[in-house]
């Protein structure tokens, strides 16, 4: 009797949340809205027993997106969130075109004005914050950075001569150019002096690699260890990147600075909930109080829309028009 060939098993199709992120990656989405999106979905099949999103429809989701506002009390923008991951869900990884999620009603987030500190204020703050910090909080407010901005910023996007800073994929995956001002050039050159020396050291420990974007280190093996690529602020610490799973210096974790914004503004003894996103709104504000034109601030602030931007006039000294109040010239 012949022998039968062995067939070769057929490898296991991707789990639906091994899909998602894998859909992801290749778009490039930063692992912060990775995890938030997978955890959404995963919240969405545990509130419906456990089925499989193509046996749901309209009514599952109006239906969690109610139990969020309503049983969960979440905030619009949560909400928005989570409609956002289902959106990617069903257009992007099951390939389903279902015209009703666009139907879906969408939770209007609440307008408010932002938080904005005096010229004295943030003076007060910056003087409560020493080194690496100080340093961070100054790029907040005398750049108009966010605060992941900055710390994903690499030495090679601050050019000392021109005095600019080029912010690469800063929100919605578009590049600008802010100004870097001058009373931090000296700052920021002895900082980086310290960062270089300590990635001279990972170098001769082998891990002097830092994360390149958009796979670029496939494209270019060796410019991961380049001192141009290194961030301008990394990490006391060496940890495990979740993705590649290599042991390399990260840069300085956000709530690190939060943390130290937040002690700060206590120290300085405000009444205003400052947090670091705080000196970006209070550095637009201070130049539009300048008198500079609000298509130059919108630029700075890479805002998409002059809209967005008018919010600002909202909170000026003598409001949005600088009109006077007619009891002052009584």
Same mark, same amino acid.
């Given at each position: 009797?012949?022998?039968?060939?062995?067939?070769?098993?057929?490898?296991?199709?991707?789990?639906?949340?091994?899909?998602?992120?894998?859909?992801?990656?290749?778009?490039?989405?930063?692992?912060?809205?990775?995890?938030?999106?997978?955890?959404?979905?995963?919240?969405?099949?545990?509130?419906?027993?456990?089925?499989?999103?193509?046996?749901?429809?309209?009514?599952?989701?109006?239906?969690?997106?109610?139990?969020?506002?309503?049983?969960?009390?979440?905030?619009?923008?949560?909400?928005?969130?989570?409609?956002?991951?289902?959106?990617?869900?069903?257009?992007?990884?099951?390939?389903?075109?279902?015209?009703?999620?666009?139907?879906?009603?969408?939770?209007?987030?609440?307008?408010?004005?932002?938080?904005?500190?005096?010229?004295?204020?943030?003076?007060?703050?910056?003087?409560?914050?020493?080194?690496?910090?100080?340093?961070?909080?100054? *790029? @907040?407010? =005398?750049?108009?950075?966010?605060?992941?901005?900055?710390?994903? #910023?690499?030495?090679? /996007? !601050?050019?000392?001569?021109?005095?600019?800073?080029?912010?690469?994929?800063?929100?919605?995956?578009?590049?600008?150019?802010?100004?870097?001002?001058?009373?931090?050039?000296?700052?920021?050159?002895?900082?980086?002096?310290?960062?270089?020396?300590?990635?001279?050291?990972?170098?001769?420990?082998?891990?002097?690699?830092?994360?390149?974007?958009?796979?670029?280190?496939?494209?270019?093996?060796?410019?991961?260890?380049?001192?141009?690529?290194?961030?301008?602020?990394?990490?006391?610490?060496?940890?495990?990147?979740?993705?590649?799973?290599?042991?390399?210096?990260?840069?300085?974790?956000?709530?690190?600075?939060?943390?130290?914004?937040?002690?700060?503004?206590?120290?300085?003894?405000?009444?205003?909930?400052?947090?670091?996103?705080?000196?970006?709104?209070?550095?637009?504000?201070? *130049? @539009?109080? =300048?008198?500079?034109?609000?298509?130059?601030?919108?630029?700075? #602030?890479?805002?998409? /829309? !002059?809209?967005?931007?008018?919010?600002?006039?909202?909170?000026?000294?003598?409001?949005?028009?600088?009109?006077?109040?007619?009891?002052?010239?009584?």
């Amino acid at each position: 009797m012949p022998n039968t060939p062995i067939q070769p098993d057929k490898p296991t199709p991707p789990k639906l949340l091994e899909q998602v992120v894998a859909k992801m990656r290749i778009k490039h989405y930063s692992l912060r809205t990775e995890k938030t999106y997978v955890d959404w979905i995963k919240r969405f099949i545990w509130h419906h027993g456990k089925r499989h999103p193509k046996e749901m429809g309209a009514a599952e989701v109006e239906a969690f997106l109610t139990y969020l506002a309503i049983e969960r009390n979440v905030s619009a923008s949560t909400q928005n969130q989570a409609k956002s991951a289902l959106l990617y869900l069903y257009k992007e990884v099951l390939a389903i075109e279902l015209p009703w999620l666009d139907k879906v009603t969408q939770a209007n987030a609440p307008k408010r004005l932002p938080v904005v500190l005096t010229q004295a204020e943030v003076q007060a703050v910056l003087s409560r914050l020493d080194g690496t910090m100080w340093l961070i909080a100054s *790029l @907040l407010y =005398g750049s108009g950075l966010r605060i992941m901005e900055v710390l994903r #910023l690499r030495v090679k /996007d !601050v050019d000392f001569a021109r005095r600019e800073i080029l912010v690469r994929e800063g929100k919605g995956f578009k590049d600008r150019v802010t100004m870097l001002p001058l009373s931090l050039v000296e700052p920021l050159k002895s900082h980086l002096l310290k960062v270089q020396a300590l990635h001279k050291e990972d170098l001769t420990t082998g891990h002097g690699a830092v994360f390149m974007p958009m796979a670029l280190d496939k494209k270019y093996p060796n410019a991961g260890t380049d001192w141009r690529w290194q961030y301008c602020f990394p990490s006391i610490k060496l940890s495990v990147d979740p993705r590649s799973k290599v042991v390399r210096r990260h840069h300085v974790d956000e709530k690190t600075v939060q943390r130290a914004v937040k002690k700060a503004v206590n120290l300085a003894g405000l009444t205003k909930l400052a947090t670091p996103h705080t000196f970006r709104h209070s550095f637009a504000t201070h *130049l @539009l109080e =300048g008198g500079y034109d609000i298509r130059t601030v919108q630029e700075l #602030l890479g805002h998409s /829309d !002059v809209t967005t931007t008018m919010i600002y006039t909202h909170v000026l000294n003598k409001g949005g028009r600088g009109v006077s109040s007619p009891l002052d010239v009584l």
